[in-house]
């Protein structure tokens, strides 16, 4: 990894790794008249592994960020802010604004953020702190790649390593920690509840079998609220623990609010002009023995309905990516995800980006997918809209990480939004002819189950 010329140094302990940054700092500060201010700068030293995750538990500071890809290749946890990337709305022309930034930062800044579900959705209070499109270069990161593990300062003229000297002398580089136990919810409401749930499933297979949609997706948002304020970071401790295999994120902008999960699926990896994507429906839990896991998976892989529900994500991804990608490569059969909890039919793609593609691009097209949407996807995003009755927000929506010449994103599925002492979680079920409402009231309870395991365990 290329670094600054501040930061050619290894370091081990943290008092080591405190001294070096500023150090580092230092110089740059004394060497700052001669650099473009406008240019964003890395100061980078290769330390000791340390947990990014626990590490961030340890900060106390307003804004923190977490990024974990799903097999853990890629790991960053960050604090402060030192570059954001906002859209009032939407993404529109988001991603690329970041590719425009990076071509004239440091090569290895990485930006981590998401953005919303759709387009012009009515806003309530509970997102007001989030934005369209909005993500950041934090101030310092712990980051991990493969074997290697860095702590990093990005900063721009003088300002900006004045302001890092301040916050270095705040950050605790202790990684140790204990999975505390985590408060009861004394409340929770449902949005909607099961009656309301009942008649807006029933509404939508009417419309499927009126052929007007051939699938909906349709969310609930489950409210928790405590007695004592949540750190979402412990909760996403917690949460890290038992979905092993998924992406993990974390986007606190502000003290007392922050949106969290652990999903399993991936929208889009792009290196180079090599992409990646891949179908994900269909769910079944894991069973408690090796029998009955074997049952749920043969009784997956044998069900119409979610062999149905994702031949409508396989459809629409080989559409998408048949006049945008050459050399096109397909699992030639559908297999399974298996995740710590749960598992889900699956199908990977791989091919050649055209050049004139830009990942703007690629993200208008592929988001959203039938996973988390429906189809015909437009008709079923309005109909979303009208029927689930609550703004989804960054739920659903594409969060990641976005680099040099890769761009990693999830789809923010199996999430939260902690602010305060309230619990805000989502999740879906992929509505079909062949549903009912109460079997999808029960696949919901049991995909939100990840959370609610956390809250109950003991230490």
């Known amino acids: 990894m290329a670094t600054s010329s501040y930061s050619d140094a290894s370091v081990e302990t943290s008092i080591d790794v405190r001294d070096h940054m500023a150090d580092a700092i230092r110089d740059f500060l004394a060497d700052a008249a001669h650099k473009e201010e406008s240019r964003l700068h890395r100061i980078a030293l290769t330390t000791d592994r340390l947990d990014p995750l626990a590490w961030l ?13 799903r097999c853990g290749e890629y790991t960053c946890a960050g604090i402060g802010i030192a570059d954001e990337i906002v859209s009032r709305d939407y993404h529109d022309g988001c991603v690329d604004s970041i590719r425009a930034a990076i071509d004239r930062a440091d090569p290895d800044i990485r930006y981590i953020g998401g953005m919303r579900f759709a387009h012009g959705e009515e806003r309530d209070s509970l997102w007001s702190k989030f934005y369209g499109a909005h993500f950041v270069v934090p101030r310092f990161e712990i980051s991990c790649n493969g074997d290697k593990t860095t702590f990093a300062c990005h900063l721009r003229g003088q300002d900006g390593a004045a302001e890092s000297l301040e916050l270095l002398e705040g950050i605790d580089f202790d990684d140790s920690f204990e999975l505390t136990s985590l408060p009861t919810p004394i409340l929770r409401l ?52 038992v979905t092993p295999q998924c992406y993990h994120f974390c986007f606190q902008p502000e003290r007392n609010v922050s949106f969290i999960g652990a999903s399993p699926e991936r929208l889009y990896y792009r290196r180079g002009r090599h992409v990646e994507s891949e179908a994900v429906a269909g769910t079944r839990p894991r069973g408690d023995t090796p029998e009955r896991d074997v049952e749920f998976s043969n009784a997956l892989l044998s069900s119409d309905k979610d062999l149905r529900e994702h031949e409508y994500v396989n459809e629409m991804i080989r559409d998408s990516l048949d006049p945008i990608c ?16 749960g598992q889900h039919l699956f199908t990977g793609y791989a091919g050649r980006l055209a050049d004139s593609i830009s990942d703007s ?25 009208e029927l689930e009755g609550f703004d989804r927000g960054w739920y659903a929506a594409p969060f990641g990480s976005i680099g040099g010449d890769m761009v990693e994103l999830a789809v923010a599925i199996r999430s939260a939004l902690v602010e305060t002492r309230r619990l805000s979680l989502f999740s879906g079920a992929g509505i079909v002819i062949g549903s009912t409402p109460e079997k999808e009231w029960e696949e919901i309870e049991n995909k939100i ?8 365990m003991a230490s």
């Open 449 to 456: 189950a990840d959370f609610i395991k956390i809250l109950t």
């Open 57 to 69: 538990s340890k900060q106390s500071t307003t804004s923190r960020f977490f990024w974990r890809s």
């Open 361 to 385: 691009d690629l993200c208008a097209i592929l988001h959203p997918t039938p996973a988390v949407g429906g189809c015909p996807t437009d008709k079923a995003v309005v109909r979303i809209r």
């Open 326 to 341: 050459s050399d096109i490569a397909a699992d030639s059969k559908v297999s399974l995800l298996k995740l710590a909890r």
């Open 190 to 241: 449902d949005t909607p509840d099961h009656e309301n749930w009942a008649r807006i499933v029933d509404e939508a297979i009417r419309e499927l079998h009126a052929g007007e949609l051939d699938k909906i997706v349709l969310a609930r948002r489950a409210d928790l609220t405590f007695d004592i304020d949540l750190d979402p970071v412990a909760v996403l401790l917690r949460l890290r623990a």
